[in-house]
């Protein structure tokens, strides 16, 4: 027979039930008449919800503990323990979330019993346009079409209009349900419940479930802010800037002092490429130069501060002084790995008609203001967290003399005299901005 899909009463309802300071009616949901707010009676202490302990142990947990949980693997990992482990007939829990990330769609976390810690799992953009989802009663909640999705997968109402039906019935599953998790700009989450008890889940386990949809949206939404705000942080500004702003480093002229081995590359003649090119091939070769001198960087534990046009900015910090020898030799390392990949990516360019990149490394090390700057005027600002300083500039000054010298990669004494014979001394070269001649130092022949 047609499965029919069966429809909850939005969370806008549901939220106001369970909020609202006198009789919630359930609407729409089965139960056995008028009952105070489920917050207002756990608050007190009495029952909270319709004739399920489980769900009321989990409500419990999740007011108490799971709401102060930081990651929302542990939350996911807690939920499915507290249901279980009270007598609800959980064969498996599952939580999707959509995120706002330049190369995650969605964060998926599934629990299943027996499993001492929800799985996590990351999908890429392509996901939404993939067969598996299109066929997918996730698609159909993201659409706002309907707000849960129920499927008995054994006994005269079988369903099998999505493939993941079929996976839960190999996995011994009799019945599925998923609940749409409505955020700020609509359905941006879900969670799905299934059982392998003969008769599936009964109409009050059900009722009574239905019932923790309004606070998991609290704090999957809470959740799903945090992580978007901590990736958006690292992506944009580094891991480590990343977390000092997150930590409170926030105010302008927030700054400290630290040691670090400075690394500055810019690609020559980017400018007359971007005159003569289309714009989209254009983005399309610095994002292949960008991940070819970024990833040797981002391997060795270094951190990219920013990218400036076609030039990057990274740092390699030394907790003392008996780690900068190492940080320089890492940075170096960096380097070389970045040219090696250069001279890869060439190959494929020049294979396919295209010019070979020319690129122009600095490397320095010593102290530099690590901080915000920028402007800020009222409750409008709009600051950087970069790296300022004298050590800075030399570093940008040497890479400006590779083209005069025809070096990819060139070094301040203090930077060389740490890695010996990896370099050797090109001569002392007026730089703007010092007044005296610098020593300068490139790759041996």
């Not at 939350?75 to 009270?86: H, P, Y």
């Not at 499927?151 to 609940?179: S, V, W």
């Not at 690394?263 to 292949?288: H, K």
């Not at 600002?381 to 010298?405: Q, S």
Request: charge should be negative; aromatic fraction near 8%.
């Amino acid at each position: 027979m047609a499965a029919k899909i069966q429809i909850a009463s939005n969370d806008d309802d549901l939220s106001d039930g369970l909020l609202r300071p006198i009789g919630f009616e359930g609407v729409g949901l089965r139960h056995p008449g008028p009952a105070a707010p489920m917050v207002a009676r756990a608050m007190a202490g009495e029952d909270a919800c319709l004739g399920c302990p489980a769900v009321e142990t989990a409500f419990r947990w999740m007011l108490d503990e799971g709401r102060l949980l930081p990651d929302l693997g542990d939350f996911v990992t807690g939920i499915a323990r507290q249901l279980s482990e009270a007598g609800f007939p959980l064969l498996r829990f599952f939580v999707s979330v959509r995120t706002l990330h330049p190369q995650i769609a969605a964060i998926g976390y599934v629990w299943g019993r027996g499993d001492t810690q929800a799985n996590r799992v990351a999908r890429d953009h392509a996901v939404l346009t993939s067969p598996e989802f299109i066929a997918s009663p996730l698609r159909i909640l993201y659409q706002g079409e309907v707000n849960e999705i129920r499927r008995r997968l054994t006994g005269p109402e079988a369903a099998n209009d999505f493939p993941i039906l079929e996976d839960m019935r190999k996995q011994g599953a009799t019945d599925y349900a998923i609940f749409a998790i409505r955020l700020p700009g609509g359905v941006r989450s879900s969670v799905s419940i299934t059982s392998d008890a003969p008769d599936g889940f009964s109409e009050m386990q059900m009722t009574a479930f239905r019932t923790l949809i309004p606070l998991l949206s609290l704090i999957i939404e809470a959740r799903e802010w945090a992580y978007i705000a901590r990736s958006l942080m690292h992506v944009y500004l580094g891991n480590n800037a990343g977390e000092a702003v997150l930590s409170g480093q926030i105010q302008r002229g927030d700054a400290r002092t630290i040691a670090a081995a400075i690394w500055y590359c810019d690609l020559r003649g980017f400018t007359q490429m971007s005159n003569e090119l289309p714009r989209d091939l254009v983005i399309a070769t610095l994002n292949d130069y960008f991940d070819t001198v970024a990833r040797p960087v981002i391997a060795r534990g270094g951190e990219i501060l920013k990218f400036i046009g076609d030039a990057m900015l990274a740092i390699f910090p030394m907790q003392d002084d008996l780690d900068r020898d190492g940080k320089c030799r890492i940075a170096l390392d960096a380097a070389m790995a970045a040219l090696d990949g250069l001279r890869d990516l060439n190959e494929l360019r020049v294979a396919t008609g295209q010019p070979a990149l020319k690129v122009g490394i600095g490397l320095h090390c010593g102290s530099v203001s690590y901080g915000n700057i920028g402007a800020a005027q009222g409750e409008d600002a709009r600051l950087d967290f970069t790296v300022i300083g004298p050590a800075v500039n030399l570093a940008t000054r040497i890479e400006t003399l590779c083209p005069t010298l025809d070096q990819p990669l060139l070094a301040s004494k203090q930077f060389a005299s740490i890695c010996g014979s990896e370099l050797k001394h090109l001569g002392a070269y007026p730089l703007r901005g010092f007044a005296e001649n610098q020593d300068v130092y490139g790759l041996p022949d």
